[in-house]
């Protein structure tokens, strides 16, 4: 019974081997007989989404140099070479499309051209929100002296980026009226916080008629805003448009 089962095991082993064989010599004799590029695969392959006003990633399948073009309308734009079975990075700008090329001399002597050709999709619009710490009426956020008190300093709002490409190629900046009260503080890729400069510096912001209605306890209003800009896309622009009222001090009147 012992033997009876060494052999069975026997068996088994070299039937496995024999079949792990026929495999191996099969793979060898594709790849001699087919040297450009594995067969199994198309000549490129991109690793990235393609769209416009991007970064994508493409990988060349081909054991040959290729040659990488931007392609808009009828007009063809020499970009880079990529070299074979490797990655290049190519920047999509405004191009319908990504043509590659191939050029080669096979053992035979024949002369070989291939291409390939990726099309773009556009890029969609950014989106934004934005948190206020307090709650807005309309586009401002009114406060009475207490509450202006603990914003100085403070995040007064956040903005939270979503883009379909990369959060960050959006830029977020102060319109030129609202950096004399305003500081922005970059958190990550797709988020700012927007902070209230102190309080000596936002009086010196402060007009000279602004300041002295400061002073009397009167209402000012100030321009905390910011807009919102795609880097690799100008016409894409959004506005986020708040203003910071204080509100006139309410004086208790003597009877």
Not at 74 to 92: A, G, H, M, R, S
Not at 225 to 241: A, E, H, M, T, W
Request: hydrophobic share 35%; net charge positive.
């Amino acid at each position: 019974m012992i033997i009876k089962f060494h052999a069975e095991k026997i068996t088994k082993l070299l039937a496995a081997v024999a079949f792990l064989f026929v495999i191996l010599s099969d793979v060898r004799s594709q790849t001699d007989e087919t040297p450009e590029y594995d067969l199994r695969f198309q000549r490129s392959v991109a690793l990235t989404p393609l769209l416009q006003h991007s970064i994508v990633k493409i990988l060349n399948n081909y054991f040959h140099t290729g040659k990488v073009y931007g392609v808009k309308s009828n007009d063809t734009t020499y970009l880079k070479d990529i070299d074979p079975v490797d990655t290049c990075e190519v920047e999509t700008n405004s191009y319908d499309g990504i043509y590659l090329t191939w050029n080669y001399v096979e053992k035979g002597g024949d002369e070989v051209s291939k291409d390939f050709y990726f099309a773009l999709s556009p890029k969609k619009p950014f989106e934004y929100k934005s948190f206020p710490v307090l709650p807005l009426t309309g586009s401002e956020m009114i406060v009475g002296d207490d509450a202006l008190k603990k914003l100085f300093g403070n995040k007064i709002y956040e903005i939270r980026i979503k883009d379909d490409v990369n959060a960050n190629n959006i830029d977020v900046r102060p319109y030129s009226e609202s950096s004399k009260f305003i500081d922005l503080l970059k958190i990550d890729s797709a988020t700012y916080y927007i902070k209230l400069k102190n309080r000596m510096e936002v009086l010196a912001g402060l007009s000279p008629e602004d300041q002295k209605r400061a002073k009397e306890g009167k209402t000012i209003v100030l321009p905390v805003g910011v807009f919102l800009l795609d880097r690799n896309l100008s016409s894409d622009k959004r506005d986020c448009i708040i203003y910071l009222k204080r509100e006139r001090t309410k004086k208790s009147v003597n009877k």
